[in-house]
């Protein structure tokens, strides 16, 4: 249970109260002082001192200074008077009781005031210093702006002055290129009355020369013509020989000739059956081969025109769908566009008319084929 302490003193003025409370052997350090409007209390274990006063005061003024084992107030009067006791008088406990709540709220709320003014002031230095610290970027950034504007204004005048270096040179050799031409035409004008009146002298003795005698100067230059037509050219002949082609079948065991006939046949029978397609009336004679196209079809899938080597291929198979080539390189299209299911396919197709084409045809022949057909 705490001491209550009653063996204080006060003095006043019209203006302040003073308050001496002892507290004997406690540290200073302990003490815990809480004052209001009309309330003060001082906690230092095992000692309390409390006093509901007589008028309101200023608490944010007031002041309290600990030691020497006593608290000494200087408590500030809201109105300037002066008063007859230090504390109410007639106070019961609960008057007491709400007259602490009421000091504990305005407490309380005073240090809510303070901790959102304290938020405020934090929030002004905030964005005062945020101004700041954009200002400074701003000339920061501004002062580079001017560097580069000022680098760009320093390069195109070297650019410009470049240029107009090189303008000079470049009229410079104009200029000796004209007067190397006008020294070349002067010396061709010099050079060619040289010559004509080379002529003229030449013909005034060649018209001396016609008056001496006229038989004279046909035998010479008939002796003069003969002497410049060159003789006839000798015959010969020139002998080419090629390279013979090496197969390995022996010519008695070939059949060369009958395969040759056959793949005419089936390409002659290919173009007659599909004579009645509409794409075909356009076409040139060529065009209109399965393997002109196939070859087409693979030119585009080299440049990655994938759709283009499509619509070649679809034409080659319609003209012949024979071919498990013309599948292959078509799956390869899909492929190459995502299209899986094409893709797969296709390539079955080219599987089947492979197997197909494996069980209709005699191994050797096929071997021969084969053979022939990539020149080996």
């Not at 040289?194 to 010479?220: D, M, P, Q, V, Y």
């Not at 509409?278 to 196209?293: G, Q, T």
Request: hydrophobic residues 35%.
């Amino acid at each position: 249970m705490p001491l209550h302490v009653s063996n204080y003193s006060w003095q006043q003025t019209s203006t302040a109260v003073f308050i001496s409370v002892p507290l004997r052997g406690v540290s200073v350090r302990d003490a815990d002082v809480f004052c209001t409007e009309n309330y003060l209390k001082v906690n230092c274990p095992p000692f309390l001192f409390e006093v509901f006063l007589y008028a309101p005061i200023d608490d944010e003024s007031s002041k309290a200074k600990i030691g020497n084992n006593t608290i000494v107030f200087t408590l500030r009067k809201k109105e300037a008077a002066m008063w007859e006791t230090l504390s109410l008088s007639g106070v019961d406990k609960e008057m007491m009781q709400r007259i602490r709540e009421k000091s504990i709220l305005q407490a309380q709320e005073r240090a809510k005031e303070a901790m959102e003014a304290k938020a405020v002031a934090r929030r002004e230095d905030q964005k005062y210093t945020l101004n700041v610290m954009m200002k400074i970027e701003e000339e920061e950034r501004k002062k580079i702006e001017d560097m580069k504007e000022n680098e760009r204004i320093k390069a195109t005048k070297e650019l410009e002055a470049w240029k107009e270096c090189q303008r000079k040179a470049e009229e410079l050799k104009i200029i000796q290129r004209e007067e190397k031409l006008y020294h070349q035409e002067k010396q061709m004008e010099e050079e060619r009355k040289k010559l004509k009146h080379k002529c003229l002298t030449g013909n005034s003795a060649s018209k001396n020369l016609a008056t001496k005698g006229r038989n004279s100067e046909n035998i010479f230059f008939e002796k003069l013509k003969e002497d410049s037509i060159p003789a006839p050219r000798s015959v010969g002949s020139i002998k080419i020989s090629f390279t013979p082609r090496v197969f390995p079948t022996a010519l008695r065991e070939s059949q060369v000739a009958e395969e040759e006939e056959w793949l005419h046949k089936q390409a002659e029978a290919q173009r007659a059956m599909n004579t009645d397609i509409p794409e075909l009336c356009d076409l040139k004679e060529e065009e209109k081969n399965p393997e002109w196209l196939k070859d087409k079809g693979n030119k585009l899938f080299a440049t990655e025109n994938y759709l283009a080597a499509i619509n070649a291929y679809n034409l080659a198979i319609r003209l012949n769908n024979k071919i498990p080539l013309l599948y292959l390189n078509r799956a390869a299209c899909h492929l190459k566009l995502k299209n899986l299911h094409k893709a797969i396919e296709d390539s079955s197709k080219a599987y089947r008319i492979m197997k197909l084409l494996l069980r209709l045809i005699h191994p050797t022949k096929l071997y021969k084929m084969m053979l022939r057909r990539f020149g080996i």
